[in-house]
T-cell receptor
Framework: DAKTTQPTSMDCAEGRAANLPCNHS???????VYWYRQIHSQGPQYIIH???NNETNEMASLIITEDRKSSTLILPHATLRDTAVYYCIVRFSNSGYALNFGKGTSLLVTP | DGGITQSPKYLFRKEGQNVTLSCEQN?????MYWYRQDPGQGLRLIYY???????QKGDIAEGYSVSREKKESFPLTVTSAQKNPTAFYLC??????????????FGQGTRLTVV
């Protein structure tokens, strides 16, 4: 699975959009981009995933660049409950391997 | 409700004792996983299983053992051979069907403290 690079930490004001970047310059054509988040002392929670096209669901939007070497997770209206560690993961859909979590980005949403 | 359940939430053991952590899922998922998380770190894979009666070692399997006798259950035993067993343990499951992208569902974790 391709390696990812994320900033260690970010801040965002409540009500504003949080834009979390992820670099995955060695991604291959069959690898998906997944995003999970982990609120302190809880299990990670799936947010969204995509292959080539931008994706949106009730939680977030995922923007993948045309060359697929980077992506951005967007939380359109961040709330205090969005404070968590966000993990960007790249993997083959049928690799049979578990997700490879790095250290992620610690997002702090402030009042 | 469908989901994945880990028990207990907190567990204390004396050094040198084996301890088994429970993980049960009613999502009818084929694949199950065990991760370990240390303070300020990401998750590291211990073991995973794609099908009943089969499992593979992850990145840090030494000192741990698992079984997969039933689809719903994937217990993890932390043996006395594990040198630093105190950690947060997370279990996950996914459909893991070949050719389909799948998301993983996590339990709420078991925090193990060995004294």
């Amino acid at each position: 699975d391709a390696k990812t690079t994320q900033p260690t930490s970010m801040d965002c004001a409540e009500g504003r959009a949080a834009n979390l970047p992820c670099n995955h310059s060695t991604i291959s054509g069959n690898e998906y981009v997944y995003w999970y988040r982990q609120i302190h002392s809880q299990g990670p929670q799936y947010i969204i995933h995509g292959l080539k096209n931008n994706e949106t669901n009730e939680m977030a939007s995922l923007i993948i660049t045309e060359d697929r070497k980077s992506s951005t997770l967007i939380l359109p209206h961040a709330t205090l409950r969005d404070t968590a560690v966000y993990y960007c993961i790249v993997r083959f859909s049928n690799s049979g391997y578990a997700l490879n979590f790095g250290k992620g980005t610690s997002l702090l949403v402030t009042p | 409700d469908g989901g994945i359940t880990q028990s207990p939430k907190y567990l204390f053991r004396k050094e040198g004792q084996n301890v088994t952590l429970s993980c049960e899922q009613n999502l009818n998922h084929d694949a199950m996983y065990w991760y370990r998380q240390d303070p300020g770190q990401g998750l590291r894979l211990i073991y995973y299983s794609q099908i009943v009666n089969d499992f593979q070692k992850g990145d840090i399997a030494e000192g741990y053992s698992v079984s997969r006798e039933k689809k719903e259950s994937f217990p993890l035993t932390v043996t006395s051979a594990q040198k630093n067993p105190t950690a947060f343990y997370l279990c996950a499951s996914s459909r893991d069907r070949t050719g389909e992208d799948t998301e993983a569902f996590f339990g709420q974790g078991t925090r193990l403290t060995v004294v």
